[in-house]
């Protein structure tokens, strides 16, 4: 008789921990020894995190877990169900690590400025490495994912971007009290995005590949089930060997194209792939056509 539990993969499931355990060192780290006692606002929950730490000596990661609970409950039917349960698994492992294993750390007591680029490139390696693994933190990105699940004409920079910029301003206002603070919460959101962006291909700017194989159907499937992305089959053939093959083109945003990559692997190890940047994609998922326009 089969256990019920047979369906877990715990090879991937201990990979993931493993990888939310060094992912979440990375971002406690950032945070807590060096964000934290420099008196500077964050952007995102952990911002959030560190007003409550000011305010009421609440902990960050409990602090984070707290704000991430009504949002989970709310965001929960917009995200699917395997994303939200793994981002819930790194929440928790990243909560946990910065509330018991950063305080072992000895806390950065020097320059505001050098606290802040340690801050964001630590958390911005932290980040990429869960979200290469298809899973997030909570908080934010939840927030993030289910606008634009129901406003999918808004770009995901967009969005982040505006929530960026209100927890700054928050956390200016209402604790640090510093134009200075301001102007180093600004760097430290401006240098995550470009570790990000270097890990990650890059937060929000469009891509296209065009994939040459022999499974086009099943990799558009694939491309569908790993990121939300709809494919286009084009027919191709070969001018040295003559065979016809089927030309998957994509379209999607810099986050996607690494799972996107990974997925074409995993269908065809033998596809031919193209990755292209794309200056600018219209349409349903990405920015929505301008409809004021006079020809």
Not at 217 to 224: G, L, M, Q, W
Not at 246 to 252: F, I, N, S
Not at 257 to 275: L, Q
């Amino acid at each position: 008789m089969k256990r019920g539990i047979g369906s877990i993969d715990w090879k991937e499931l201990g990979i993931d921990i493993g990888v939310d355990i060094l992912a979440g060192i990375f971002i406690a780290a950032g945070i807590y020894n060096f964000a934290l006692r420099a008196n500077f606002p964050v952007a995102g929950f952990s911002g959030l995190a560190i007003v409550m730490y000011h305010l009421w000596k609440i902990p960050v990661g409990a602090a984070t877990l707290l704000l991430n609970v009504p949002v989970s409950i709310f965001c929960y039917r917009y995200l699917g169900k395997a994303f939200f349960f793994k981002s819930v698994k790194s929440m928790l492992i990243t909560s946990a690590i910065m509330d018991y294993v950063a305080p072992l750390f000895p806390v950065y007591q020097g320059s505001r400025l050098l606290a802040a680029l340690c801050m964001g490139v630590l958390a911005g390696i932290g980040y990429s490495i869960v979200f290469m693994r298809a899973s997030s933190t909570g908080g934010q990105d939840f927030i993030s994912v289910a606008i634009r699940k129901m406003k999918p004409h808004i770009t995901l920079g967009l969005i982040t971007f505006v929530l960026d910029v209100i927890t700054i301003v928050i956390g200016t206002v209402v604790v640090f009290k510093d134009v200075d603070g301001l102007i180093y919460g600004v760097i430290v959101t401006y240098l995550m995005a470009i570790v990000m962006d270097r890990i990650l291909y890059g937060i929000d700017e469009g891509k296209m590949t065009l994939i040459v194989t022999e499974h086009g159907r099943e990799i558009a499937r694939k491309i569908d089930e790993c990121s939300g992305r709809g494919a286009t089959i084009l027919r191709g053939q070969g001018t040295f060997s003559g065979e016809e093959k089927d030309v998957v083109m994509c379209a999607c945003n810099n986050k996607q194209m690494y799972t996107i990559k990974k997925a074409v692997h995993k269908v065809d190890p033998k596809a031919f792939t193209i990755i292209m940047e794309s200056n600018e994609v219209v349409g349903e998922g990405f920015k929505e056509d301008s409809k004021d326009l006079n020809f």
